[in-house]
């Protein structure tokens, strides 16, 4: 059965960088069937897609934060990561790391990015931006 | 971005209920559609996928459906294990994006 644990600080200073680590277990992260993802959400807020990583390295985040998020992959230590820079207060939340599943048929990007759903998810990650 | 609007955003219920939450999509996602529950201190987990499927172990008194812009996930009859917050997530489009919640509490 697949397991995600996030590990990381849990408080990261104004203006800093925020780096959370996924380790899988159970499946990896070299499949070619699934993307590898980071959710966060903020307290008493939504759930909110940050961006997802293919196993070759490929990433898509979203254009709220793509200026200041990289996610990477390490295949050999069946990692994958989640770096933020500079935190302010409101990236405060909770941080999923989650497996994305997807199937034939689904919607497809142009650049080849394909549509799905989230499963399983991680315990989650509370980051606190404070000073 | 394609929003989605969950209604209503608390549900106050009693063992037993049948429940019904909505979700409303700003453009046609056809039935691209997922839902989540979400519980303090644990893990989300997947409930529903492309609008009715149901995930593997998750039991059969929970069903979605729906097309288009509007899509209902029903709790034939509410159990304890149940009260938690409810989201429904759109795969028509990325940035994927997820409703605003429904919170299901003991009346």
């Known amino acids: 059965q697949l397991q995600l644990q996030g590990s990381g600080p849990g408080l990261v200073k104004p203006s800093e960088t925020l780096s959370l680590t996924c380790t899988v277990s159970g499946g990896s992260v070299s499949s070619s069937a699934y993307y590898w993802v980071w959710i966060r959400q903020p307290p008493g807020k939504g759930l909110e897609w940050i961006g997802n990583i293919y196993q070759s390295g490929s990433t898509n985040y979203n254009p709220s934060l793509k200026s200041r998020v990289t996610i990477s992959i390490d295949t050999s230590k069946n990692q994958f990561s989640l770096r933020l820079s500079p935190v302010t207060a409101t990236d405060t939340a909770v941080y999923y790391c989650?497996?994305?599943?997807?199937?034939?048929?689904?919607?497809?990007?142009?650049?080849?990015?394909?549509?799905?759903?989230?499963?399983?998810w991680g315990q989650g990650t509370l980051v606190t931006v404070s000073s | 971005d394609i929003q989605l609007t969950q209604s209503p955003s608390f549900l106050s219920a009693s063992v037993g209920d049948r429940v019904t939450i909505t979700c409303r999509a700003s453009q046609d996602i056809t039935n691209y559609l997922a839902w989540y529950q979400l519980q303090p201190g644990q893990a989300p987990n997947l409930l529903i996928y492309t609008a009715s499927t149901l995930q593997t172990g998750v039991p059969s008194r929970f069903s979605g459906s729906g097309s288009g812009t509007e899509f209902t996930l029903t709790i034939s009859s509410l159990q304890p294990e149940d009260f938690a917050t409810y989201y429904c997530q759109q795969l028509n489009s990325y940035p994927l994006t997820f409703g605003g919640g429904t919170k299901v509490e003991i009346k």
């Open positions: 989650v497996r994305q599943v997807g199937q034939h048929g689904l919607p497809r990007t142009s650049s080849g990015w394909l549509s799905g759903w989230f499963d399983p």
